[in-house]
């Protein structure tokens, strides 16, 4: 198995705080962004929830600003 890019945009369904895109190199995916929706969905308090999606290497070079 071969590790790999992935880039996570985490967005507050309030609107309260701004969107993060983070930057992670994994080797399964699918089972990561499966992590994310449990940590950041399903088992995070109230206030603390976050959409999880899937975002682009220049997505994250613009949020870093690189």
Do not use: C
Not at 23 to 35: G, K, N
């Amino acid at each position: 198995m071969e590790s790999r890019d992935i880039y996570v945009k985490l967005t507050d369904p309030t609107g309260k705080h701004k969107p993060v895109v983070n930057h992670h190199r994994v080797w399964d995916a699918d089972r990561f962004i499966a992590s994310q929706h449990k940590q950041y969905d399903t088992d995070a308090k109230p206030g603390e929830k976050r959409i999880v999606s899937q975002a682009s290497k220049s997505d994250y070079q613009k949020f870093t600003g690189s």
